[in-house]
């Protein structure tokens, strides 16, 4: 079993940085990728970005290629997302998960394990 807590979210202007965190709990959090969705009012989650649990290898959805950075720190047992240069499309609950498999699924069905979510707004 993992429980995963997210914090960070809040609201930024447009171009400006957060740093989302999630504290995982639970033995399995060091074996499994860990990955963020969001979800945006009216659509579906989609995948964001993940990392392998050795932090070796990363996954990023286009839109947030070169903008956002995942990271973990296992000895802490906590996934971070750094998102810079943020847009007003963006703006969605963010979501970390747990146990996609290996590399981190693309597919939020895939994972069994989720956090509460955390809300991020972008203002023009």
């Known amino acids: 079993q993992v429980q995963l807590v997210e914090s960070g979210g809040g609201l930024v202007q447009a171009g400006g940085s957060l740093r989302l965190s999630c504290a995982a709990s639970?033995?399995?959090?060091?074996?499994?990728?860990m990955a963020w969705f969001r979800q945006a009012p009216g659509k579906d989650r989609e995948f964001v970005a993940a990392i392998t649990w050795s932090g070796g290898s990363k996954r990023y959805a286009e839109s947030v290629k070169g903008r956002f950075t995942i990271s973990r720190d296992n000895a802490k047992n906590t996934v971070y997302l750094q998102m810079i240069s943020l847009k007003p499309e963006d703006k969605a609950v963010y979501y970390c998960?747990?146990?996609?498999?290996?590399?981190?699924?693309?597919?939020?069905?895939?994972?069994?394990?989720w956090g509460q979510g955390t809300q991020v707004t972008v203002s023009s």
């Open positions: 998960a747990a146990g996609g498999g290996y590399w981190g699924s693309y597919y939020p069905q895939e994972y069994g394990y």
């Open positions: 639970g033995r399995t959090f060091s074996s499994n990728a």
